[in-house]
């Protein structure tokens, strides 16, 4: 048998355990024929080995199977936020959102329009079948009036439900996006016109124009109860009367100052910016706060830390002063807080990464090295760390579960040093000192003194105190 080219996609697709090569979708379904021209432009243009593409819950959601580039699968609603991330991480990657029109135009609804508002640069595909397909053709804000879905048995009535949502028009009030457009896969001339829009969205974003909308308007026989013909015919006379295709907006010939009308103020709360409109985190984070950048070093392996324990006991400042230390050391780190809803006393914990290279993930599911502060928190992650790691607890947690083999425990008296040298809240501090007598860090003593010291930049009395007992600590335990 002859094997029609799959341009962009995979030779078969190892669904449910089963290498086949034929997709998931019921036949005449339009996101079969957009995902089609999705591989075909991204592999036409060369971009397969630099393309992110961020997959939805909703019957797109096996694209990974199919189209042969990178993925993210983003939860139901997310893809703009999960493209958002992806993008600002990649800036050199061209960042694709695939969305259906419950999942961006309800539960996502605020995420992708916000993205857009901002002008994140990926590119957000998002395919309008008027209904939920994948859960069984509930009514989705795109719903025509008067259609009948399995949530509207006698037709949308508007009184109750409201009117169809607008996407493109609604996005078209903001100013950031450089192109917006509406198409439709319901005919071959429909879909070759189609195709462009998609090649114009790979381009913008490989030319990092900025944020591209792009609405397809697709068939769901299964779901409209209808023959692919009749499906395609429904698309044409009653979607596209409500949704009516073409180019909202195109600005992606003009200068990026031209499409981002903000007139000069005089106000010294609205000044000029020095950083351009849409400069990358890392850039304005350099403006603001003149912080030297990161060097690479391939020399320096990864740690990764979990610091739990209860609210109030310092837990969050201690992950900031290892990442403050890790930073005067040019080292990439991240620092990211976890707390329940107690301003005081509830659970609360940090994770911190620290990296001679770019950091890809901000979360720390396997620690190199755990400090809890109290028995929840022991108990929850001490399972979690890495073999050759290492777990430091207060010496008030009682242990009853082993750390995992290959992985040692230190128990240490950080809770009653700080009782005994008259500062109970300088218990985190008593873990530092652990930490740096545990050399367990990869960054000098220094380093954590000074970053310390500057843990209490607004009260340097108690900066100077704290490198005194963290001292005492280092030498009595
Ligand atoms: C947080 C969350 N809420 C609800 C769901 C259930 N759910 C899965 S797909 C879907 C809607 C899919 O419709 P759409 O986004 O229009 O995509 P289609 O299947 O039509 O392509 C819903 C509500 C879920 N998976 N997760
Ligand atoms: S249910 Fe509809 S949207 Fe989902 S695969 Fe089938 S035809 Fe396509």
Redesign the pocket.
């Known amino acids: 048998m002859a094997t029609i080219e799959q341009k962009g996609m995979y030779a078969k697709f190892p669904r449910s355990g089963k290498n086949v090569s034929f997709t998931h979708y019921c036949p005449g379904c339009g ?1 079969g024929i957009i995902n089609k021209l999705i591989a075909e432009a991204c592999a036409e243009m060369g971009l397969q080995d630099n393309t992110i593409f961020v997959d ?6 096996f694209t990974y199977y199919y189209w042969d580039a990178s993925h993210i699968s983003a ?3 997310r893809a703009s936020a999960a493209a958002t991330g992806a993008c600002r991480a990649r800036p050199d990657a061209v960042t694709i959102a695939y ?10 609804f605020n995420n992708a329009f916000q993205a857009a508002s901002r002008g994140e640069k990926f590119g957000c595909i998002f ?3 008027s ?5 069984g053709g ?1 009514m ?1 804000p ?1 719903t025509l009036a008067g259609e009948t879905t399995t949530t509207s048995p006698f037709g949308r009535d508007t009184s109750l439900t409201g009117y169809p949502l607008h996407v493109c028009e609604v996005f078209n009030q903001l100013k950031a996006p450089v192109y917006i457009a509406r198409v439709s896969v319901a005919d071959t001339r429909r879909i070759m016109q189609a195709k462009q829009a998609i090649r114009k969205v790979f381009e913008i974003q490989r030319d990092k124009k900025g944020y591209a909308l792009l609405e397809i308007i ?1 068939p ?1 026989p299964t ?1 409209f109860k209808m023959d692919a013909q009749k499906a395609a015919e429904f698309c044409i006379n009653e979607i596209e009367k409500e949704f009516p295709l073409g180019v909202f907006r195109d600005d992606t010939t003009k200068a990026p100052e031209e499409s981002s009308p903000v007139e000069p103020s005089t106000s010294p709360l609205l000044a000029p910016k020095t950083v351009p409109l849409f400069a990358s985190c890392a850039e304005l984070f350099a403006e603001k706060d003149a912080i030297e950048p990161a060097i690479d070093d391939n020399t320096f392996a990864e740690r990764r830390f979990k610091f739990a324990g209860y609210g109030g006991q310092g837990i969050l400042s201690l992950g900031l002063t290892i990442a403050e230390a890790a930073r005067l050391e040019k080292r990439h780190t991240l620092w990211f807080p976890s707390y329940g809803p107690e301003q005081r006393g509830g659970s609360a914990n940090c994770s911190v990464v620290v990296s001679g290279t770019p950091i890809g993930s901000p979360t720390v599911e396997h620690p190199d090295v755990l400090v809890c502060m109290n028995q929840p928190a022991y108990e929850r992650f001490v399972g979690d760390v890495r073999e050759g790691g290492i777990v430091i607890v207060d010496e008030t947690v009682p242990v009853k579960v082993d750390p995992p083999a290959g992985v040692k425990l230190v128990v240490w008296p950080a809770i009653r040093m700080a009782e005994e040298f008259g500062v109970p809240k300088a218990a985190n501090t008593m873990m530092l000192a652990a930490l740096k007598k545990l050399n367990c860090t990869g960054l000098s003593g220094e380093s954590l003194e000074t970053a310390l010291v500057a843990s209490f930049k607004k009260k340097p009395a108690l900066g100077e105190k704290n490198r005194e007992l963290l001292k005492k600590a280092e030498a009595t335990a």
């Open positions: 996101h939805p819950v909703g019957c797109g959601v939860a139901h609603g969305q259906g029109d419950g999942d961006l135009g309800a539960i996502g395919v309008n079948n209904l939920y397909g994948m859960t509930q989705a795109t697709a769901c779901n």
